[in-house]
């Protein structure tokens, strides 16, 4: 069973870098034809795709996000990893870690972390 695991900061000031990160358990996050991804869910609104790493290691971002936004992984410790620089008030939102078979995940197929609620206020 693929379980993923998240941790990271629930509380953070404007202007400050949000990092996330996803451990995996039960697979490789090198295993081909599964992609990596961060989703989110701001209070009382849809899921926004953030980005998605590949297999590869190739990186694909969501545009809002694209030219703040850094996903990484960590092989040795089998773990992907979200940076979102510049964070403002409207970044404040559940942050999702995600595997599953395509570039923007499905909510309720493949594997999903617990979320982490990520308030950004000073």
């Known amino acids: 069973q693929v379980q993923l695991q998240q941790s990271g900061p629930g509380l953070m000031k404007p202007s400050q870098t949000l990092s996330l990160a996803c451990t995996v358990s039960g697979a490789s996050i090198t295993s081909n034809y599964y992609y990596l991804s961060w989703v989110r869910q701001p209070p009382g609104k849809e899921m926004e795709w953030v980005g998605t790493?590949?297999?590869?290691?190739?990186?694909y971002y969501g545009p809002s996000f694209e030219s703040r936004t850094s996903i990484s992984r960590d092989t040795s410790k089998n773990q992907f990893s979200l940076q979102l620089s510049s964070v403002t008030p409207e970044d404040t939102a559940t942050y999702y870690c995600a595997r599953d078979h395509t570039v923007v995940p499905q909510y309720g197929r493949g594997s999903w972390g617990q979320g982490t609620l990520v308030t950004i206020s000073s």
């Open positions: 790493m590949a297999a590869s290691g190739n990186t």
